[in-house]
């Protein structure tokens, strides 16, 4: 393949390629990504920053929103992420997504104990096409005769249209499922709007031969649904970002402002790419550390080793690692030049600066 002779430049977003601080000297000595080690020591610009911890979505989700042109950058005050209309394109929801303000609904098991309430990780919840028109089909006219129109968009992916509730502060499933829930409800003056169509749709599910079956199969039951990433009516996403892995919602934006999905293809283009990798999530909710680091060694040979190996060879100009966990982010620009910084050792060491 031809060296891209006009140069480019690369912008990786990992969410949760941040080792939590309780565990990060740990997971660092376990990993074995020298790429990785090369593209952090030997930058041009390296920086680590504090997330607000009431934030009610989390570092990634911001900076995605912020990627696309819907919200002002994670470190700015009310940051949120206002993704639902954008999501609904991917949809092929474009006409609606045009008119009205509309959150997304999703489908959702809670388990409750004596003392709370958590809401499970929605990626474990395996919603078939079948299941989800089902339980869909139910909430439908509820829903429309509180005057709140439901759209299905995927399995596991709905959209409700709410004007009124354009002032309601929703947080993300993500920020939401390790947390007790009861404190992550949608807040504002119609937070208790909400919380009856969410019991009378708890109730329309309650035993309903849907989840009866589910449960035979070993499956979760959809139990409740969970409200989040409010938007009004508006353009296209100014800005292009390609998701790999990740949730539904994620697929449905990706595929709206997808892009260039591997290193070959972003090498190809003259134009900068972004790419988030959100395989990190998953393992990093749920605490599967032996998971997170054998998902890192892949990304290490699919992405950190080419990218090195790029920016040596001076087939791009630029490459930004933008790092998070739920508390913060790193981000950390290498460069040709900065590569020949011969005297500066290859290390992970930056992944435990996190003040």
């Not at 609606?96 to 959150?103: L, Q, S, V």
């Not at 829903?143 to 299905?152: A, S, T």
């Not at 849907?210 to 139990?223: D, I, T, W």
């Not at 100014?238 to 539904?248: C, N, P, Q």
């Amino acid at each position: 393949m031809p060296y891209n002779l006009g140069m480019t430049e690369i912008t990786l977003a990992l969410p949760f390629a941040l080792p939590p601080p309780e565990l990060a000297t740990d997971l660092v000595r376990a990993l074995q990504t020298p790429a990785l080690a090369a593209l952090l020591a030997r930058h041009s610009n390296f920086k680590h920053s504090i997330y607000d911890n009431d934030s009610r979505v989390l570092p990634h989700e911001a900076w995605l929103a912020h990627a696309l042109g819907l919200a002002s950058a994670p470190d700015q005050p009310d940051t949120g992420a206002p993704l639902a209309t954008a999501v609904m394109r991917g949809c092929g929801l474009q006409a609606e997504a045009a008119e009205g303000h509309w959150f997304m609904l999703q489908p959702a098991h809670v388990h409750i104990s004596r003392t709370h309430m958590l809401l499970s990780d929605l990626r474990g919840l395996q919603l078939s096409e079948a299941d989800s028109r089902a339980l869909y089909e139910l909430a439908r006219p509820y829903c429309e005769e509180v005057g709140k129109p439901l759209l299905h968009g995927a399995p596991g992916l709905w959209f409700l249209r709410a004007d009124d509730w354009a002032g309601l502060r929703t947080a993300s499933p993500d920020a939401t499922v390790t947390q007790s829930m009861s404190d992550w409800l949608p807040e504002g003056e119609h937070a208790r709007d909400f919380r009856k169509l969410q019991n009378e749709i708890q109730m329309l599910w309650h035993e309903h031969p849907v989840n009866e079956a589910r449960q035979a199969r070993g499956l979760q039951p959809v139990n409740s649904c969970w409200l989040w990433g409010g938007a009004g009516p508006a353009a296209a996403p100014a800005g292009r970002v390609t998701i790999d892995g990740g949730s539904e919602w994620m697929a449905a934006l990706s595929s709206a402002s997808a892009g260039p999905a591997t290193v070959e293809q972003l090498l190809a283009q003259p134009a900068p790419g972004t790419v988030m990798l959100a395989d990190l999530i998953a393992p990093a909710q749920v605490g599967d550390w032996a998971d997170w680091l054998a998902r890192m060694q892949r990304i290490e040979q699919e992405w950190f080793a080419p990218l090195l190996a790029a920016l040596k060879a001076g087939r791009i100009s630029r490459v930004t690692l933008w790092l998070s966990h739920r508390n913060g982010w790193t981000s950390a620009v290498s460069t040709g030049m900065a590569q020949r910084k011969f005297w500066r050792k290859p290390s992970l060491t930056p992944l435990l600066k996190q003040s």
